[in-house]
Each structure stands twice: as structure tokens, then as C-alpha cells.
């Protein structure tokens, strides 16, 4: 099946650093998503990027679908960044999401 | 839209029980997804169902856990006969058709003591 890496898997800055996530995948996908988990475990909707780049406030993302990458980046980062980080994709033949191991970002004061 | 749906948000069970997880989706989405996330793990899908058909099952579902979506509309999650390796959170998700983005909802955080 679809292997989904990221990098890297711990991350520590300063409050008002900027950051970039790196996602590969092993095949061609028809939907990439990003997702922050927050400390209760909350999984929130970043972004829906199969390709292309797409901008929301502080956070940004590209999927470049023909290199099999899609990064995240996080600019001005504030302590409310912190948490974990997921990029899951569909493709090849699945029919469901796969996981990312996931970014572990900590933003301190 | 008022989002996924889950209940308990917790669950506290004695080894052996028998627990079950409801999950109302996003009322116009027709796929519904279950998935579980163990400490420092990236959610595992468990199955999903598109309307009241559930068309895909992990090898992760063994025969204690079972999933219904009748009519359609909400699903539940049974586990009989819990292990103390079901301690987890569970993920329902839902999504309007193939390849549209998936929405979680908060999860049921399990712990069987």
C-alpha cells in the first residue's frame, strides 16, 4: 500500500519562528490533506491540497503531486501551534485516508 | 454544518465488557469512516461505509469489533469482550463522496482497566 513519511518528527521553536513540515508518498494520490491534532486530541482540517498551493493566514501548503511531496509552512508560529502535525492521503488503490507518523511541534514562549 | 458528532467522549470499562461508540456525521456526507489512534500513532483506519454499505474492513478489525450505519445516517462501533490493548482513542469521520476531504469529529478516548 501507499507509504506516507514526514519530516521531521519533533520540532521545537521559538514563538514567532517560521517553520516548513515535509510530507512524501510513495505513489500518486487523488487527495492530500493536512491536519493539526491539538493536546485534546482534537483533529482540525488545515488544508485539502491534492496540488497546487494554497494560503490561510499564517499557514501555507504546496503539493507538488508529480515529485510525490507536500509541504506545510508555518510562519510567525505562536504557542497555539503546538501539537501534532498529520499529512494523510488517499491514492493508488485505497479507498481511505492514510496516515502520516505525524510532526510533533513545540512553540515556546 | 454542524460538524462530526461522537459519544462518550470517554469510556472507563473493566476488562471483558462489552462498550459501544455512536457517531453522527455531517448530515449531507454519505461516507463514514472509523479509525483509532493509539499514543504517538498517526490514527489507523477500521472501516468505513458508504450510505448503510460498509464496503471496507481493516485486518486491525477482529472478530470482538463490530460497525453498523443503519439507514444510513448515524453509526455505531462495538467492541465485545474488551482487551486491555483496546485502550485508545476512536475517530469517526465523514466525508461527501471519494476524495473529498474528510472531517474528524472529537473522538471517544477508551481505557479498559
Known amino acids: 500500500g501507499i507509504q506516507v513519511e514526514q519530516s521531521p518528527p519533533d520540532l521545537i521553536l521559538q514563538e514567532g519562528a517560521n517553520s516548513t513540515l515535509r510530507c512524501n508518498f510513495s505513489?500518486?494520490?487523488?487527495?492530500l490533506q493536512w491536519f493539526h491534532q491539538n493536546p485534546w486530541g482534537q483533529l482540525i482540517n488545515l488544508f485539502y491540497?491534492?496540488?497546487g498551493t494554497k494560503q490561510n493566514g499564517r499557514l501555507s501548503a504546496t503539493t507538488v503531486a508529480t515529485e510525490r511531496y507536500s509541504l506545510l509552512y508555518i510562519s510567525s508560529s505562536q504557542t497555539t501551534d503546538s501539537g501534532v502535525y498529520f499529512c494523510?492521503?488517499?491514492?493508488?488503490?485505497?479507498?481511505?485516508?492514510?496516515f502520516g507518523t505525524g510532526t510533533l511541534l513545540a512553540v515556546q514562549p | 454544518d454542524t460538524g462530526v458528532s461522537q459519544d462518550p467522549r470517554h469510556k472507563i470499562t473493566k476488562r471483558g465488557q462489552n462498550v459501544t461508540f455512536r457517531c453522527d456525521p455531517i448530515?449531507?456526507?454519505?461516507?463514514l469512516y472509523w479509525y483509532r489512534q493509539t499514543l504517538g500513532q498517526g490514527p489507523e483506519f477500521l472501516t468505513y461505509?458508504?450510505?448503510?454499505?460498509?464496503?471496507?474492513k481493516s485486518r486491525l478489525l477482529s472478530d470482538r469489533f463490530s460497525a453498523e450505519r443503519p439507514k444510513g445516517s448515524f453509526s455505531t462501533l462495538e467492541i465485545q469482550r474488551t482487551e486491555q490493548g483496546d485502550s485508545a482513542m476512536y475517530l469517526c469521520?465523514?466525508?461527501?463522496?471519494?476524495?473529498?476531504?474528510?472531517?474528524f469529529g472529537n473522538g471517544t478516548r477508551l481505557t479498559v482497566t
Open positions: 469521520a465523514s466525508s461527501w463522496v471519494l476524495n473529498s476531504p474528510l472531517h
Open positions: 505513489d500518486s494520490v487523488n487527495n
Open positions: 491540497i491534492p496540488s
Open positions: 494523510a492521503v488517499y491514492g493508488g488503490a485505497t479507498n481511505k485516508l492514510i
Open positions: 448530515s449531507e456526507h454519505n461516507r
Open positions: 461505509f458508504q450510505n448503510e454499505a460498509q464496503l471496507e
